[in-house]
C-alpha cells in the first residue's frame, strides 16, 4: 500500500531461528503497530510504538520484540521462532492515537516456521 | 472479559440487495468503532469511523450506525454489487489513553450476480 512497505512478503523458516520483518513508511507517521492474522482469531496486536525508542506491548506479545530507531523504520523480532508463530503478520501505521483517518495497513508477510 | 464479536462469519446476498453486517461488543467503552474492507492477501483498508456520540455516518453506499445502548454498529452497503465481495472488520478504539485498536474477526461477504 501507498506509503507503507513490509519485507519480506513470503519467508519460511525453521523452528529456533531468530527471523526480523521490517515494516517501513514514507508518512513520517508517528505511530505504528504489528498485528498478525490467523484463522478464527481475526486480527491481533503484538506490539506498537507512538515514537522512536517508544514502544508498548500488546496482547500476544510473548516471543516477540520490537525496535524503533528510526521513525520510518518498525522491525518485529521472532527471538527463536515456533511453528504456533506461523501467521500473516501486518504492519499498520497512524498519524494520532485517535485518527480519524483510520490505520494504513501493509500488504503483509506470510511467515511459515518449519 | 472483553469481547469485540462480529456474528456472521461468512453472508451471502443477492446483487442489488442492502447486506448488513453486525458488530457487538462487551466491557468496552469504546471512543469510536471503525470498519475496515479486507481483499484476499491484502491489508484491510480503513472505510468508515463512527465516533461515540454519533448515531449515524454516511459514505456513498455505505452506512455505519453505533448504539451505545446496545453495544452494538451495524454496517450497510446498499445496491450491493458483485465487487463488494471482501471481508469487512470492525474495529474498536477502547475510551482509554492511546490504546490501540481491537479488531473483530471479520465477515466475509459474498455479493452473488
Known amino acids: 500500500d501507498a506509503g507503507i512497505t513490509q519485507s519480506p512478503r513470503h519467508k519460511v523458516t525453521e523452528t529456533g531461528t531468530p527471523v526480523t520483518l521490517r515494516c517501513h513508511q514514507t508518512e513520517n507517521h508517528r505511530y505504528m503497530y504489528w498485528y498478525r492474522q490467523d484463522p478464527g482469531h481475526g486480527l491481533r496486536l503484538i506490539h506498537y510504538s507512538y515514537g522512536v525508542k517508544d514502544t508498548d506491548k500488546g496482547e500476544v506479545s510473548d516471543g516477540y520484540s520490537v525496535s524503533r530507531s528510526k521513525t520510518e523504520d518498525f522491525l518485529l523480532t521472532l527471538e527463536s521462532a515456533t511453528s504456533s508463530q506461523t501467521s500473516v503478520y501486518f504492519c499498520a501505521i497512524s498519524e494520532s492515537s485517535g485518527s480519524d483517518n483510520g490505520y494504513t495497513f501493509g500488504s503483509g508477510t506470510r511467515l511459515t516456521v518449519v | 472479559s472483553q469481547k469485540i464479536e462480529q456474528n456472521s462469519e461468512a453472508l451471502n446476498i443477492q446483487e442489488g440487495k442492502t447486506a448488513t453486517l453486525t458488530c457487538n461488543y462487551t466491557?468496552?467503552?469504546?471512543?469510536?468503532l471503525q470498519w475496515y474492507r479486507q481483499d484476499p492477501g491484502r491489508g484491510p483498508v480503513f472505510l468508515l469511523l463512527i465516533r461515540e456520540n454519533e448515531k449515524e455516518k454516511r459514505k456513498e453506499r455505505l452506512k455505519v450506525t453505533f448504539d451505545t445502548t446496545l453495544k452494538q454498529s451495524l454496517f450497510h452497503i446498499t445496491a450491493s454489487q458483485p465487487a463488494d465481495s471482501a471481508t469487512y472488520l470492525c474495529?474498536?478504539?477502547?475510551?482509554?489513553?492511546?490504546?490501540?485498536?481491537?479488531f473483530g474477526k471479520g465477515t466475509r461477504l459474498s455479493v452473488i450476480a
Open positions: 466491557n468496552y467503552s469504546p471512543a469510536y
Open positions: 474495529a474498536l478504539r477502547p475510551n482509554s489513553g492511546n490504546t490501540p485498536l481491537v
